[in-house]
């Protein structure tokens, strides 16, 4: 029971900013992939672009930049961010150009160790996304003046004519009538037309449990369902090339064993709730 009650209590993920990230080979897709985990302190989310994407393919492109402000439109990034170099044994070179509606704010090449760069590449990206403008905000709505053109007189009282009050009655109270008492038998203590006491009912321990484990694992089978679900719309978007091959596998398999475990706790759900209308009818 108790795994049951820990899947309930599962917290939802919050939506975050996105970037993309448009890696120019194989070789800056391993860099790439090291990048995430410092976005992610920068509590950015990574969208990554996969070879022969249309983001790839405006590296290519004559109008770079105004092709890649509008995959930044469709993807709703706040920034894209074109990732270049290699490892060359230990060592290795990493190029980042951040562009950010259309125009280049910075290109910078980093000296990055292999097993070190999510560490190395915190704080230079901390530092690339203060480069990003800030959004606009609305000029406060000023609240309207009001002009006092003409005051007005108070009204006149009005006067009603005065009443005379009311006679007061008053209720004289009657006589009551006497009451006779007539004594009542005792009653025989041995006779067989006394009443005995009713029979105290039992709770119902039992149907309240299973009950109780029914709805647990109902609860469990939607948690679990809309989980699998969510990650399947993933995978299923992932044909646009915003994830890796190793995270879409991944996916996958969270997915499926999530659906298996949702589909589990509902036919669980449905055996309890039999069980638990059948102890409600018995005791």
């Given amino acids: 029971?108790?795994?049951?009650?820990?899947?309930?209590?599962?917290?939802?993920?919050?939506?975050?900013?996105?970037?993309?990230?448009?890696?120019?080979?194989?070789?800056?897709?391993?860099?790439?992939?090291?990048l995430i985990e410092p976005f992610g302190?920068?509590?950015?989310?990574?969208?990554?672009?996969?070879?022969?994407?249309?983001?790839?393919?405006?590296?290519?492109?004559?109008?770079?930049?105004?092709?890649?402000?509008?995959?930044?439109d469709k993807a709703k990034v706040v920034a894209v961010f074109v990732v270049s170099g290699a490892l060359k044994g230990a060592k290795g070179t990493l190029n980042l150009e951040m562009l950010a509606k259309g125009v280049l704010l910075k290109?910078?090449?980093?000296?990055?160790?292999?097993?070190?760069?999510?560490?190395?590449?915190?704080?230079p990206?901390?530092?690339?996304?203060?480069?990003?403008?800030?959004?606009?905000?609305?000029?406060?709505?000023?609240?309207?003046?009001?002009?006092?053109?003409?005051?007005?007189?108070?009204?006149?009282?009005?006067?009603?004519?005065?009443?005379?009050?009311?006679?007061?009655?008053?209720?004289?109270?009657?006589?009551?009538?006497p009451v006779t008492l007539t004594p009542s038998k005792p009653s025989d203590p041995l006779a067989l037309t006394t009443p005995g006491p009713r029979p105290v009912k039992k709770p119902k321990v039992?149907?309240?449990?299973?009950?109780?484990?029914?709805?647990?694992?109902?609860?469990?089978?939607?948690?679990?369902?809309?989980?699998g679900f969510s990650g399947k719309g993933r995978l299923e978007q992932s044909t646009q090339g915003t994830i890796s091959y190793t995270d879409a596998q991944k996916l996958k398999a969270d997915s499926n064993t999530q659906l298996t475990v949702a589909l589990g706790a509902g036919i669980g759900a449905g055996v309890t709730g039999v069980v638990a209308a059948i102890l409600w009818g018995v005791e």
């Fill in 1 to 34: 029971m108790r795994w049951l009650v820990c899947s309930l209590m599962l917290p939802l993920s919050a939506s975050a900013a996105s970037v993309l990230l448009i890696p120019v080979d194989e070789k800056a897709r391993v860099l790439a992939d090291e």
């Fill in 41 to 72: 302190a920068a509590k950015l989310t990574v969208k990554m672009a996969g070879p022969g994407s249309p983001a790839f393919n405006c590296l290519k492109d004559a109008e770079r930049e105004t092709c890649l402000s509008n995959i930044e």
């Fill in 107 to 123: 290109k910078d090449t980093f000296k990055v160790n292999k097993g070190k760069v999510k560490q190395q590449m915190k704080g």
């Fill in 125 to 177: 990206i901390a530092n690339l996304l203060k480069l990003l403008p800030k959004a606009e905000t609305a000029p406060p709505v000023e609240t309207p003046k009001v002009t006092v053109t003409e005051t007005q007189k108070d009204p006149e009282p009005v006067v009603e004519p005065r009443r005379d009050p009311d006679p007061v009655v008053v209720d004289v109270p009657k006589k009551p009538e």
């Fill in 206 to 227: 039992a149907a309240w449990v299973v009950t109780g484990l029914a709805i647990a694992a109902a609860g469990t089978a939607a948690t679990f369902g809309g989980l």
